[in-house]
């Protein structure tokens, strides 16, 4: 079976640009996250949705973040505009209701 | 608040030596799921284990084993034997037990093990 699927893997950009990260989650699960990690910070959550509604952003940043949660077979996560301290690996994780999460590989940003 | 602290930052040994991995929680909730994920060198996160706060009973699962003590609030994790391939970063986490979906994981800082030929 697929896990989740992040895009794209790396992403290099300039101060000020628009980011997209990608996700979509294992097929049936109905529950999607998005994490990052930095050696400051460690692993925090961000925001996470069930059955594609958004129950938590408590972890957004600040208002230059935002994600969407369209259907139950893809999500995203955009930073606009984008700054240097986002630099991070965001990690996008599913589950089944009440199931362990399981993580994609992650999208290792860079912002110059 | 909940919380998870892993108070050993980075851990060396020598193969087929046993480490063990701490981990203290703390939350208010009565019910709440602990966690161990593996993020070995290429990043990734794998699943290692959840265990329940009704279920006390210790796990073993090969050269894995991990010791859950409400009373200290401990979730401790043991690899016997170990070797070159179980380098990695070892996170903890807590969550909540869902209401009607799944709730979000608290990490600890995590654990950096290496283990020398």
């Known amino acids: 079976d697929a896990g989740v699927i992040q895009s794209p893997r790396h992403e290099v950009t300039e101060m000020g640009q628009e980011v997209t990260l990608r996700c979509k989650p294992i097929?049936?699960?109905?529950?999607l996250f998005w994490y990052r990690q930095t050696m400051m910070r460690g692993l925090e959550l961000l925001i996470y949705?069930?059955?594609?509604?958004?129950?938590?952003d408590s972890g957004m940043p600040e208002d230059r973040f935002s994600a969407k949660m369209p259907n139950a077979s893809f999500s995203t996560l955009k930073i606009q505009p984008s700054e240097p301290r986002d630099s991070a690996v965001y990690f996008c994780?599913?589950?089944?209701?009440?199931?362990?999460?399981?993580f994609g590989d992650g999208t290792r940003l860079s912002i110059l | 608040a909940q919380k998870v602290t892993q108070a050993q930052t980075e851990i060396s040994v020598v193969e087929k030596e046993d480490v063990t991995l701490d981990c203290v929680y703390e939350?208010?909730?009565?019910?709440?799921?602990l966690f161990w994920y593996k993020q070995p060198p290429s990043g990734e996160l794998v699943f290692l284990i959840r265990?329940?706060?009704?279920?006390?009973q210790n796990e073993i699962s090969g050269r894995y084993s991990w010791n859950f003590q409400k009373s200290t609030s401990s979730f401790n994790f043991t690899i016997t034997a170990s070797q070159v391939v179980d380098s990695a970063v070892y996170f903890c986490?807590?969550?909540?037990?869902?209401?009607?979906?799944?709730?979000?994981?608290?990490f600890g800082k995590g654990t950096k093990l290496t283990v020398n030929p």
């Open positions: 994780a599913s589950s089944l209701f009440g199931e362990p999460q399981h």
């Open positions: 097929s049936g699960h109905n529950s």
């Open positions: 949705f069930n059955n594609n509604v958004p129950i938590d």
């Open positions: 939350t208010r909730d009565t019910t709440y799921y």
């Open positions: 265990r329940n706060s009704f279920d006390e």
């Open positions: 986490a807590l969550s909540e037990a869902g209401r009607g979906g799944s709730e979000k994981l608290v």
